[in-house]
């Protein structure tokens, strides 16, 4: 083994280690804003087994403000394929409950888009299809370098850069690094090093994942298409559709202490179809579901993002959209401070806005997870009266528990940074659920969306940094042009029509790079105080 010390060629601004998908956002976030960055990632090639399988509102939000959404929204199951979700004995048995949910192409469509709360609906895609979109792209920005087969050994901190020390191919170099971001997942190097541990529950739930391939399945679905059919035969079930034709996931829970080891794939896909069906088995993994989160999101010039902050089970898919959440607030702030137009200190407020809400969304996950996953009346099995009768009261219980499963806005849209101190404003709020949220602005929350008479949604119209949404032209918007000016502030300006007063309660507000309100008032605002409250130059003090 050969090794090599830093030069000027391995003078990195920012190191993301991982290439995953909250590791290629947050690298495509970083580019897009002129921040150079190199991504390494451990493995030669991608995986081959399906994980995450559903992209969420936000992260579709995200997507389109990288300009990655519509390639994204064509990927994965086909265009004409519902999302639908089948609750069913097995899936050659009775139903018993079922979501009706839009395909690609009505969506696509533009199918009842003025009721939707956002531009761009949850997408069902594997991350076999995602991961290779976000590579493409990230591929082809300048300033970003990507770099496979190359495994993080050590980090080595000091006051004004970080030391990561790579091998590849047997090959040792020290990268010197103005900021390391560890997006490596559960068994993330870089959390090792921090000597940082997850904080929560070891195991709500052990899982046998089978990844198949099978056209006999597929024709048996397309009596009845559905995205998922949830199972209910010897053991709780889902078989996951991935191309809307041969290729399938079927993912069988089990309880924490049950050794997996003992169960046979194949005889569990035979209890999920009701019965043997022909397949060729691509993959096998037997995983715990946890729910876990770090007890810090960093150290010094380091931090940690996605599964290497925060795992658990995966209700709704929001492992990885929670990481893809945590890509676009922690890049806009690395960038601030890269350009110079925010102190270092203003990274601090990375884990104070995103653990809290790693926090609820794992107490949520796992609250959804007992829910589903309690206990089944086997008289659903039965025939006749007593049968229909098990199958119709339960059924009455899914439909009380699982339609937020499956359109979890509020994990999309009701996230907040309230209690951030570059929030000026923010009010206590109930914990995140994954059904609540509210269209109305509040500072610390996402900008709600509205459609735009010129076919935009309001969110097209902010800036790349921050943007003073104006819904008043009475009121001068030249202090605060002043004001950014001189402080170096990157401010776009955005006017909009005062007919939505409900949606947008005052006459200015101030939204964050990550869509996120900072503030909301009137003219009688300070606006060299507040842009520098909100950049942590100063503390908050208007409220």
Same mark, same amino acid.
């Given at each position: 083994? =050969?090794?090599?010390?830093?030069?000027?060629?391995? &003078?990195?601004?920012?190191?993301?280690?991982?290439?995953?998908?909250?590791?290629?956002?947050?690298?495509?976030?970083?580019?897009?804003?002129?921040?150079?960055?190199? !991504?390494?990632?451990?493995?030669?090639?991608?995986?081959?087994?399906?994980?995450?399988? @559903?992209? *969420?509102?936000?992260?579709?939000?995200?997507?389109?403000?990288?300009?990655?959404?519509?390639?994204?929204?064509?990927?994965?199951?086909?265009?004409?394929?519902?999302?639908?979700?089948?609750?069913?004995?097995?899936?050659?048995?009775?139903?018993?409950?079922?979501?009706?949910?839009?395909?690609?192409?009505?969506?696509?469509?533009?199918?009842?888009?003025?009721?939707?709360?956002?531009?761009?609906?949850?997408?069902?895609?594997?991350?076999?299809?995602?991961?290779?979109?976000?590579?493409?792209?990230?591929?082809?920005?300048?300033?970003?370098?990507?770099?496979?087969?190359?495994?993080?050994?050590?980090?080595?901190?000091?006051?004004?850069?970080?030391?990561?020390?790579?091998?590849?191919?047997?090959?040792?170099? =020290?990268?010197?690094?103005?900021? !390391?971001?560890?997006?490596?997942?559960?068994?993330?190097?870089?959390?090792?090093?921090?000597?940082?541990?997850?904080?929560?529950?070891?195991?709500?739930?052990?899982?046998?994942?089978?990844?198949?391939?099978? %056209?006999?399945?597929?024709?048996?679905?397309?009596?009845?298409?559905?995205?998922?059919?949830?199972?209910?035969?010897?053991?709780?079930?889902?078989?996951?559709?991935?191309?809307?034709?041969?290729?399938?996931?079927?993912?069988?829970?089990?309880?924490?202490?049950?050794?997996?080891?003992?169960?046979?794939?194949?005889?569990?896909?035979?209890?999920?179809?009701?019965? %043997?069906?022909?397949?060729?088995?691509?993959?096998?993994?037997?995983?715990?579901?946890?729910?876990?989160?770090?007890?810090?999101?960093?150290?010094? &010039?380091?931090?940690?993002?996605?599964?290497?902050?925060?795992?658990?089970?995966?209700?709704?898919?929001?492992?990885?959209?929670?990481?893809?959440?945590?890509?676009?607030?922690?890049?806009?702030?690395?960038?601030?401070?890269?350009?110079?137009?925010?102190?270092?200190?203003?990274?601090?407020?990375?884990?104070?806005?995103?653990?809290?809400?790693?926090?609820?969304?794992?107490?949520?996950?796992?609250?959804?997870?007992?829910?589903?996953?309690?206990?089944?009346?086997?008289?659903?099995?039965?025939?006749?009266?007593?049968?229909?009768?098990?199958? @119709?009261?339960?059924?009455?219980?899914?439909?009380?528990?699982?339609?937020?499963?499956?359109?979890?806005?509020?994990? *999309?849209?009701?996230?907040?940074?309230?209690?951030?101190?570059?929030?000026?404003?923010?009010?206590?709020?109930?914990?995140? =659920?994954?059904?609540?949220?509210?269209?109305?602005?509040?500072?610390?929350? &996402?900008?709600?969306?509205?459609?735009?008479?010129?076919?935009?949604?309001?969110?097209?119209?902010?800036?790349?940094?921050?943007?003073?949404?104006? @819904?008043?032209?009475?009121?001068?918007?030249?202090?605060?042009?002043?004001?950014?000016?001189?402080?170096?502030?990157?401010?776009?300006?955005?006017?909009? %029509?005062?007919?939505?007063?409900?949606?947008?309660?005052?006459?200015?507000?101030?939204?964050?790079?990550?869509?996120?309100?900072?503030?909301?008032?009137?003219?009688?605002?300070?606006?060299?105080?507040?842009?520098? @409250?909100?950049?942590?130059?100063?503390?908050?003090?208007?409220?």
């Amino acid at each position: 083994m =050969t090794e090599q010390h830093s030069s000027c060629e391995d &003078r990195v601004d920012v190191l993301i280690v991982g290439a995953g998908p909250a590791g290629l956002t947050l690298a495509i976030d970083l580019a897009r804003r002129g921040v150079p960055c190199r !991504v390494v990632e451990a493995t030669e090639e991608r995986g081959v087994n399906p994980r995450c399988n @559903t992209t *969420s509102a936000r992260s579709m939000e995200i997507f389109r403000r990288l300009g990655l959404a519509d390639d994204v929204r064509r990927a994965g199951l086909p265009e004409d394929y519902p999302t639908s979700i089948q609750y069913r004995t097995t899936m050659r048995g009775e139903e018993i409950f079922r979501i009706d949910l839009p395909s690609s192409h009505e969506v696509l469509a533009g199918a009842g888009r003025q009721g939707w709360p956002t531009p761009e609906p949850q997408h069902r895609i594997s991350q076999l299809y995602l991961e290779p979109i976000l590579e493409r792209h990230a591929n082809g920005l300048p300033g970003l370098t990507l770099e496979r087969g190359a495994r993080l050994v050590e980090l080595l901190q000091h006051d004004d850069h970080v030391e990561a020390v790579v091998e590849t191919g047997g090959t040792r170099r =020290t990268l010197r690094c103005a900021f !390391v971001v560890g997006c490596d997942g559960a068994h993330s190097a870089v959390r090792r090093q921090l000597g940082i541990r997850y904080e929560g529950v070891d195991a709500i739930q052990q899982f046998v994942s089978t990844f198949v391939r099978s %056209p006999e399945l597929g024709r048996l679905a397309s009596r009845d298409r559905a995205w998922t059919y949830w199972t209910y035969g010897d053991r709780i079930a889902s078989l996951i559709a991935i191309d809307g034709d041969s290729l399938w996931l079927n993912h069988v829970a089990f309880p924490p202490d049950h050794d997996t080891e003992k169960e046979d794939p194949e005889q569990l896909l035979r209890e999920a179809v009701g019965g %043997p069906v022909e397949h060729e088995v691509l993959g096998v993994v037997r995983w715990t579901g946890r729910r876990l989160v770090a007890k810090r999101y960093g150290h010094g &010039r380091v931090f940690l993002a996605g599964d290497a902050a925060h795992i658990w089970i995966p209700v709704g898919g929001f492992g990885m959209n929670a990481g893809i959440q945590d890509a676009a607030t922690l890049g806009w702030m690395l960038a601030a401070v890269h350009h110079g137009w925010a102190p270092p200190d203003l990274l601090t407020a990375y884990e104070l806005e995103r653990k809290p809400v790693g926090e609820q969304f794992a107490g949520a996950v796992g609250a959804q997870a007992r829910t589903s996953f309690a206990d089944v009346p086997p008289d659903i099995h039965l025939t006749g009266p007593d049968g229909e009768r098990a199958r @119709t009261e339960f059924a009455e219980r899914l439909a009380a528990t699982e339609p937020r499963r499956y359109s979890p806005d509020g994990f *999309s849209f009701g996230y907040h940074y309230a209690g951030s101190p570059l929030v000026i404003g923010g009010e206590d709020q109930a914990a995140i =659920t994954m059904g609540g949220f509210r269209e109305r602005a509040q500072p610390g929350f &996402r900008l709600p969306h509205v459609w735009l008479d010129d076919g935009r949604s309001v969110l097209d119209v902010l800036g790349p940094d921050f943007t003073l949404v104006r @819904t008043d032209p009475g009121v001068d918007a030249a202090p605060w042009a002043d004001a950014a000016r001189s402080l170096r502030i990157p401010l776009t300006v955005a006017d909009l %029509p005062d007919r939505w007063p409900d949606r947008y309660p005052a006459s200015l507000l101030l939204v964050r790079p990550d869509q996120h309100v900072a503030w909301m008032g009137g003219a009688d605002a300070r606006p060299e105080e507040l842009l520098q @409250t909100v950049t942590g130059r100063v503390a908050a003090r208007q409220r």
